[in-house]
């Protein structure tokens, strides 16, 4: 979430002209389609076990960012939906992954276990960040025309681009680096989808059987 959030604002601004709150509105929505799943899955635990709630939201949360992946070119309303999608299964998954790493440990180690799940949790974002950030400004540069005349500066980043092109004006170059930029961004979400439904496969394989069914869940309740 942390990873598609940074990439998502930082196109929108760079690329689509957004102001710095217009861009937070739009990955909002993510946030906003989470809390509905993250009360909804809490409260059908006990019925349904942890395998569908973890790995149908991370599921979800794939088909949303490949939504984003394929659909910005075609208008805002497809990332909003895409961005949508992608809250509400992953608020399912992440809720529910706290109750079971909660409920799996001996009471006087609840304490602990909620330690290291926050602590994974903020190191997982800072991860995404980091490394998608570093791969969407890679892709820039790997999709650039060797052979475009451009400032020298255009190639260092799209931050560099902009500011070549207030200088200079924006000539023919200009949208060559933003589609080097796009072409990059569709790939970061790429890879987001991709390591989503990995998870999702992985996680249900390890959590067939009772400890992901109802009755595992009903389990830990009693």
Known sequence: ????????????????????????????????????????????????????????????????????????????RWVVAGMAITGFGMGSAISVASTAILNNVPAHRAGMASSVEEVSYEFGGLLAVA????????????????????????????????HAARESGQGEWFALATAAYDRGYQIVLLVITAVLALGAAIIARLLRGRVGSREGAADRVK
């Open 131 to 162: 490394m998608l950030g570093s791969l969407s400004a890679a892709m820039y540069g790997a999709f650039l025309p060797v052979s475009a005349d451009m400032p020298a500066l255009a190639r260092e980043g799209i931050t560099q681009a902009l």
């Open 1 to 76: 979430m942390a990873g598609l959030q940074l990439v998502t604002t930082q196109r929108f601004q760079l690329v689509a002209g957004f102001s710095p709150l217009q861009a937070g509105l739009l990955v909002s929505v993510a946030a906003l389609g989470s809390l509905p799943s993250a009360l909804l899955g809490g409260s059908i635990l006990h019925r349904v076990g942890l395998r569908p709630l973890i790995c149908g939201g991370l599921a979800a949360g794939a088909l949303g960012v490949g939504v984003v992946a394929f659909g910005f070119p075609h208008g805002l």
